[in-house]
């Protein structure tokens, strides 16, 4: 690893301060659970560390959860600082938000739980192979090629839509978070900023470019998720029961009145370097009764534009049954596949 200046400020203003305003020479450092391990590739050289693990802010550091009053309008915060162990065991937020709590629950194992955070979750770097090895030098390194298109693709995108580098955006939480409406507000140098999660992440293809929209020096200081009584799911399709990424995710919202789902919200995360909005099963769905039928033919809907590598076939069918688990789940429809 190479040697850096490690920096504990108090405030998030502070940090903001110590940040510099082009991406690699310094780094926010919150569970560490993915800088260390590029810092240690020597994938991230930064030459300041900033750590977020000092900041005494309650909105950085905790959730809250209103009283929610039938006819207000009311909105859950959750500090970014916040582990996302305290996510998936928070008795409201499974109450309300089962989609965020069951995708936090599966992430990694309980160290990685226990460490890692929500801001650091939205904003970790991809996973792919080519990218974490040292040397490697691909697109998102400077280099002149995407590596993965014609390589060992079989855990990379679906869903391409022509864009030069093929990773999937490896947040978890981020499907869950954008099928329930949720917003990201952050601290940078001209202030405070909110972005609707749907539009905080982008499809990187060169160095100077991240896996989300935010510069160089902004944090992220909470998520706030509108109360609006969506049914919601997440479905995950994993290798076995392991620790590591979903192959395939799907995450679902919408509103139940009389039998019938409206303001339907269909996410695939894992398939496409941002999360996948599957605007075709969207429509789908829209203003039906969800049965087991329906919910298949949204899967079949859902893989509308797919365009898969050389090794990653195989996600298409992944992507129909996590699609109509996930809006099985939601409705409360007694999952046939755990009989
Ligand atoms: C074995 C294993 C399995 C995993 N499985 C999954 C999985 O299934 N699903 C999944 O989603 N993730 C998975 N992860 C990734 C894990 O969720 C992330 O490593 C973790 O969420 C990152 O959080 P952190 O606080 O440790 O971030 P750090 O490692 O501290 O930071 C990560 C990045 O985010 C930036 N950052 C951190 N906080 C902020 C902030 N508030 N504002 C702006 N930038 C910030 C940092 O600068 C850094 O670039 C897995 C990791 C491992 C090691
Ligand atoms: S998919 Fe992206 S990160 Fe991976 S080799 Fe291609 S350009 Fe690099």
Same mark, same amino acid.
């Given at each position: 690893?190479?040697?850096?200046?490690?920096?504990?400020?108090?405030?998030?203003?502070?940090?903001? $301060?110590?940040?510099?305003?082009?991406?690699?020479?310094?780094?926010?450092?919150?569970?560490?659970?993915?800088?260390?391990?590029?810092?240690?590739?020597?994938?991230?050289?930064?030459?300041?560390?900033?750590?977020?693990?000092?900041?005494?802010?309650?909105?950085?550091?905790?959730?809250?959860?209103?009283?929610?009053?039938?006819?207000?309008?009311?909105?859950?915060?959750?500090?970014?600082?916040?582990?996302?162990?305290?996510?998936?065991?928070?008795?409201?937020?499974?109450?309300?938000?089962?989609?965020?709590?069951?995708? $936090?629950?599966?992430?990694?194992?309980?160290?990685?739980?226990?460490?890692?955070?929500?801001?650091?979750?939205?904003?970790?770097?991809?996973?792919?192979?080519?990218?974490?090895?040292?040397?490697?030098?691909?697109?998102?390194?400077?280099?002149?090629?995407?590596?993965?298109?014609?390589?060992?693709?079989?855990?990379?995108?679906?869903?391409?839509?022509?864009?030069?580098?093929?990773?999937?955006?490896?947040?978890?939480?981020?499907? $869950?978070?954008?099928?329930?409406?949720?917003?990201?507000?952050?601290?940078?140098?001209?202030?405070?900023?909110?972005?609707?999660?749907?539009?905080?992440?982008?499809?990187?293809?060169?160095?100077?470019?991240?896996?989300?929209?935010?510069?160089?020096?902004?944090?992220?200081?909470?998520?706030?998720?509108?109360?609006?009584?969506?049914?919601?799911?997440?479905?995950?399709?994993?290798?076995?029961?392991?620790?590591?990424?979903?192959?395939?995710?799907?995450?679902?919202?919408?509103?139940?009145?009389?039998?019938?789902?409206?303001?339907?919200?269909?996410?695939?995360?894992?398939?496409?370097?941002?999360?996948?909005?599957?605007?075709?099963?969207?429509?789908?769905?829209?203003?039906?009764?969800?049965?087991?039928?329906?919910?298949?033919?949204?899967?079949?809907?859902?893989?509308?534009?797919?365009?898969?590598?050389?090794?990653?076939?195989?996600?298409?069918?992944?992507?129909?049954?996590?699609?109509?688990?996930?809006?099985?789940?939601?409705?409360? $429809?007694?999952?046939?596949?755990?009989?």
């Amino acid at each position: 690893m190479k040697n850096f200046t490690y920096y504990r400020p108090t405030t998030l203003e502070a940090a903001v $301060a110590l940040l510099d305003s082009r991406w690699g020479t310094s780094e926010l450092l919150a569970g560490g659970t993915d800088l260390l391990d590029l810092q240690k590739e020597y994938v991230a050289q930064p030459d300041k560390v900033v750590s977020l693990n000092f900041v005494n802010d309650p909105i950085f550091t905790r959730i809250d959860v209103p009283q929610i009053l039938p006819g207000t309008k009311a909105q859950v915060s959750i500090g970014a600082g916040v582990k996302l162990a305290e996510i998936a065991e928070h008795a409201e937020l499974k109450k309300l938000f089962p989609a965020l709590t069951d995708a $936090a629950a599966t992430i990694g194992g309980p160290q990685i739980r226990n460490m890692g955070t929500l801001g650091g979750n939205l904003c970790q770097r991809n996973r792919c192979w080519y990218f974490r090895d040292e040397f490697v030098q691909c697109l998102l390194k400077g280099g002149r090629k995407c590596y993965a298109t014609d390589g060992e693709n079989r855990y990379h995108a679906i869903f391409t839509r022509g864009h030069p580098c093929v990773i999937v955006n490896p947040s978890t939480l981020a499907p $869950a978070l954008i099928a329930l409406g949720a917003s990201a507000e952050t601290v940078g140098p001209t202030g405070k900023r909110t972005l609707e999660l749907s539009k905080f992440f982008q499809a990187p293809s060169k160095p100077d470019q991240r896996e989300h929209v935010l510069v160089p020096n902004e944090i992220v200081v909470r998520v706030l998720i509108p109360v609006e009584g969506l049914r919601n799911a997440s479905y995950e399709v994993r290798h076995k029961h392991s620790w590591d990424w979903p192959l395939v995710q799907a995450a679902v919202a919408f509103r139940l009145s009389g039998g019938k789902a409206t303001d339907v919200r269909i996410i695939l995360g894992h398939v496409a370097p941002t999360p996948h909005i599957a605007t075709e099963a969207q429509k789908l769905v829209e203003g039906q009764t969800i049965t087991p039928e329906l919910a298949a033919k949204a899967g079949e809907a859902a893989t509308a534009g797919a365009a898969p590598l050389s090794q990653n076939g195989y996600k298409v069918q992944l992507v129909k049954v996590a699609v109509k688990r996930a809006l099985l789940l939601a409705s409360g $429809a007694q999952p046939d596949w755990l009989l």
